[in-house]
């Protein structure tokens, strides 16, 4: 065949990309465990941040995991586990958050520390140029948070992207989801001079208005249907435990 032709080009051109493609393919599938585990182990690093456990260098992320997350479940807006044919861990919180509070699937993971069990739940919403999610660790009164990890996907650094940064998670660490009546308020996200007489707040990111409006709203969207699993943690309290809290034990 002549090397100079318009055919021999077509041909050597469709024969490089079946080529090509194939060993693209071959190579995706022979990654793709590889990046299905790491993808994992990112979420798994995620929640247990939450719980304020990080691995040290050198430690397995999935043997910490197994070794603190005693059970996971997933619930629905009564606060009953339910069976979804799915495990929490694969529940997709992104997908959940576009759902009517009453058909989504809540994933619960539980957890062992060394100050006790928590409860550790995921939260998804918008920040100013994309997606922000994380996850809320709560004491085993179902109220008092615990710890907390966010993350975002294209948030502002320096501003909104501050989310992530212990400084501002940190300070969700014994704040409470519920007033003194029992009632779900959340947590707010306040600018410094703009805190609330009542209920549980904590201080916005400079410059990062929109973001933090974000996470306040994401919040309450994602924990306020677990509002009544979470009471019937606090009411299995033993009463003495319950008046402690009362009076700021």
Excluded at 58 to 71: P, Q, W
Excluded at 192 to 213: C, D, L, R, Y
Aim: proline content about 5%.
């Amino acid at each position: 065949m002549n090397r100079q032709s318009n055919t021999y080009t077509v041909i050597y051109a469709v024969i490089l990309v079946l080529v090509v493609g194939v060993t693209l393919s071959l190579v995706y599938q022979a990654l793709r465990p590889s990046q299905e585990e790491n993808i994992a182990n990112d979420k798994r690093r995620q929640i247990l941040a939450a719980a304020r456990i990080v691995p040290e260098d050198g430690e397995s992320i999935s043997t910490l995991f197994n070794e603190h997350i005693r059970e996971s479940f997933i619930l629905n807006d009564k606060g009953e586990k339910t069976d979804a044919g799915v495990s929490a861990f694969d529940v997709d919180a992104a997908t959940e958050s576009q759902k009517p509070a009453s058909e989504r699937l809540l994933p619960v993971f539980v957890c062992k520390t060394d100050a006790g069990e928590k409860y550790i739940l995921p939260v998804y919403g918008a920040g100013l140029w994309g997606p922000i999610w994380g996850y809320v660790a709560l004491d085993a009164d179902g109220d008092t948070v615990y710890g907390a990890y966010f993350a975002h996907q294209g948030e502002t650094p320096g501003l909104g992207a501050e989310i992530e940064k212990p400084k501002f998670q940190n300070q969700f660490e014994g704040k409470t989801l519920f007033d003194s009546e029992g009632n779900f308020t959340s947590i707010a996200v306040v600018k410094n001079g703009q805190e609330p007489k009542s209920g549980s707040f904590v201080h916005a990111i400079s410059g990062g208005t929109i973001t933090s409006q974000g996470v306040q709203k994401m919040l309450a969207s994602s924990l306020e249907p677990y509002a009544p699993f979470l009471k019937s943690l606090n009411n299995n309290r033993p009463e003495d435990t319950k008046a402690d809290k009362a009076i700021g034990k």
